[in-house]
């Protein structure tokens, strides 16, 4: 008698993407922000008009009408169903601006078009990071600082305290809107490239919680810079290197 045994995994087509680009002026960020989010929410739009309509004889699209105002290139590289989101609630993905940085966001589908990154490098900015069709967890590292002109008769390790305990408050962003794992976690000053304030988390809605300590950051006087990577191996901790976190947190 011959027995043969198959082990094997069922398909996931979609997971998440996260694209995060770096401008030198906050004004460019947020101005880059805006029009990228007009164009998401009209594509998207657009996008389930024709797939209530039909393909044929359709318009050129929100999308295609901005890569040609600006140059750009392909839309993508497996047509406009298979790079935009449409499975979700809400099928638009999520753009911000955090300080220097833009973010695009959407917590499931296959890919994002190109152009979307593209168009950073048209605006005088540069891609930093692209994780597309993540299905692990997505790692928020958060360098606080304050500005060399705001430092003077500063305790800034105090101010550095204070956010950390603004962040943990009873309806704060690492108290409500976190993943169960890994836990967040923290540092004060350390390496040079820290800042003031390094602080790790995953969070259940990556731009929810993002966005929240964005503000945070802004209402205790910090500039942020995020980096972002994906947690492929769910066994380790992934922010083993911030423990122990130091110094321990302000009481409440």
Request: proline residues 8%; contains cysteine; glycine residues 10%.
């Amino acid at each position: 008698m011959k027995v043969q045994v198959w082990n094997a995994f069922a398909s996931n087509n979609s997971g998440s993407y996260t694209l995060v680009g770096r401008f030198p002026e906050k004004t460019l960020a947020a101005d880059v922000a805006a029009e990228l989010a007009r164009v998401a929410a009209e594509h998207t739009t657009w996008m389930e008009e024709r797939r209530e309509k039909g393909w044929d004889d359709a318009p050129p699209s929100p999308l295609e009408v901005f890569m040609q105002r600006h140059g750009l290139g392909a839309p993508g590289g497996f047509g406009p169903e298979s790079d935009w989101p449409q499975y979700s609630e809400d099928n638009t993905p999520v753009v911000w601006a955090q300080g220097y940085q833009v973010l695009i966001h959407h917590g499931y589908t296959t890919t994002l078009p190109p152009a979307l990154g593209e168009f950073f490098y048209k605006r005088g900015g540069r891609v930093e990071t692209e994780l597309e069709h993540s299905h692990h967890p997505v790692v928020g590292v958060f360098n606080f600082w304050v500005d060399y002109r705001g430092r003077a008769g500063q305790d800034i390790p105090a101010r550095a305290l204070r956010l950390l305990n603004a962040l943990y408050a009873e309806d704060g962003p690492l108290t409500q809107l976190t993943a169960p794992e890994p836990l967040p976690a923290w540092r004060t000053g350390g390496r040079p490239d820290d800042g003031d304030l390094t602080v790790g988390a995953v969070f259940d809605d990556l731009a929810q919680g993002f966005a929240a300590v964005g503000r945070l950051a802004r209402e205790h006087g910090f500039e942020v810079r995020v980096t972002i990577f994906e947690t492929w191996d769910e066994t380790r901790d992934a922010l083993d290197f911030l423990r122990p976190c130091q110094p321990p947190r302000l009481s409440p």
